[in-house]
């Protein structure tokens, strides 16, 4: 049951990007067409998961263990940048066809500040190791659903008629205001 | 060797250049912890500080690191700095470092240092590496100060926690919540971007 609830609140109520303001880098860059935003969020879903899976035991069994907690920063980089490169390198190699359609974004999500800043709330929160885990997925399933949805906005957008100053990352911030504002709707959801 | 213009290398980081409404990076911490004007100022100078570490480091070694590993090089430098400065701020400021969080051991993967190390501190000698971290880092704390003292004066009707606005003022709560980063930072660019569009246009090289 606790798990589901993590899954939710990582997910939805507490939205990585909209009330964390982590990873806007890339939810600003990458999010004018749906197709490269979806797999932009699938990919970094993937390397959530898994950094999750892997910062845990590194946090546990070696630096707690060890008491060197002040090597975490330096740590937890080092195993977000290999692991980057790792999945590229084992995508490359066993599905040609995702690799071409990730390709570019992989390297992008080593400076994704989401994926650190997972890492580190992991380690506040005191998670075990599977809450660890779901918490890590709902956090890239939460990074995709809000970098789909601006997207889907940024698409129609196209349209509109924006005044020139508004241009560009200014009105991508003002509407990334009014999504902040409706899912805020979701906090009664979990106290 | 050539000549470098100290005071242009300086002056950009305040203006032509200012991050994060110029150059759009570091816009995490920008949004994140400006929730009052002394989070924000806290925030600007330990980034301050970093830039100008990772700077001067950099910029030192830059004829020995290999080109292949660089980046993984300026990666551990900066989080080295960080480290350091999270934990003078946790010894010397517990409750600036509390209301911080995360996000202090967050400028490691702040794209402006990263940036400025790649995209300046690599091909220039220690001299004008100082000067540009100095410009962006003054520049980049005054702007996280602007939107800390908006949303503070906004959302409590105070800046620095010194009250400003009398009885009569109703804070507007939607200031210090996510969606009011979102809404000040937006209309700050448009502003930046309207005043820019009114001087002359040379100053735009790049």
Not at chain 1, 82 to 101: C, D, G, N, T, W
Not at chain 2, 88 to 100: C, R
Not at chain 2, 110 to 128: D, M, S, T, W, Y
Request: hydrophobic share 55%; net charge neutral.
């Amino acid at each position: 049951m606790d798990v589901i609830l993590i899954f939710i609140s990582a997910s939805i109520v507490n939205n990585i990007v909209l009330s964390y303001f982590l990873g806007i880098c890339p939810f600003v860059g990458v999010s004018n067409k749906t197709e490269s935003a979806l797999n932009m969020g699938l990919a970094t879903t993937f390397v959530m998961t898994l950094t999750a899976a892997i910062t845990w035991p590194v946090w546990t069994y070696v630096l707690v263990k060890f008491n060197i907690p002040f090597l975490q920063y330096v740590a937890f980089i080092i195993v977000i940048a290999a692991l980057v490169q790792f999945v590229e390198m084992f995508i490359r190699k066993s599905s040609p066809h995702l690799y071409r359609a990730l390709g570019i974004y992989l390297p992008l999500i080593t400076t994704n500040c989401a994926v650190l800043g997972l890492a580190l709330f992991m380690v506040l929160r005191d998670y075990n190791y599977i809450e660890s885990i779901f918490f890590g997925f709902g956090t890239g399933v939460g990074f995709t659903i809000a970098i789909l949805m601006m997207s889907g906005i940024r698409e129609e957008l196209e349209y509109a008629d924006v005044p020139p100053v508004f241009q560009g990352i200014s009105i991508t911030l003002i509407i990334a205001g009014m999504m902040a504002l409706a899912f805020m709707g979701f906090a009664g959801l979990i106290r | 060797m050539a000549e470098y213009n100290l005071w242009h290398e300086f002056k950009k980081g305040l203006w032509q250049e200012i991050p994060p409404f110029r150059i759009a990076l570091g816009m995490c911490p920008a949004l994140a912890v400006t929730n009052s004007a002394t989070n924000g100022i806290a925030m600007g100078l330990a980034t301050f500080f970093v830039l100008l570490c990772a700077n001067i480091s950099v910029s030192a070694i830059r004829k020995i690191v290999p080109s292949q590993v660089r980046i993984a090089t300026y990666v551990v430098i900066i989080a080295l700095y960080v480290t350091v400065a999270d934990m003078f701020l946790a010894a010397m400021f517990p409750p600036i470092s509390k209301a911080l969080g995360p996000y202090v051991p967050l400028i490691v993967v702040n794209c402006i240092i990263l940036g400025r190390a790649e995209g300046f501190a690599q091909k220039h000698p220690i001299v004008p590496s100082i000067m540009d971290a100095l410009g962006i880092g003054i520049g980049f704390t005054l702007s996280l100060a602007l939107m800390g003292s908006i949303r503070e004066l906004l959302g409590f009707g105070s800046i620095l926690d010194i009250k400003l606005l009398g009885n009569w003022f109703e804070p507007w709560i939607i200031m210090i919540l996510p969606a009011g980063a979102f809404f000040v930072f937006g209309f700050l660019v448009a502003i930046v971007n309207y005043l820019s569009s009114k001087k002359p246009a040379e100053t735009h090289g790049h």
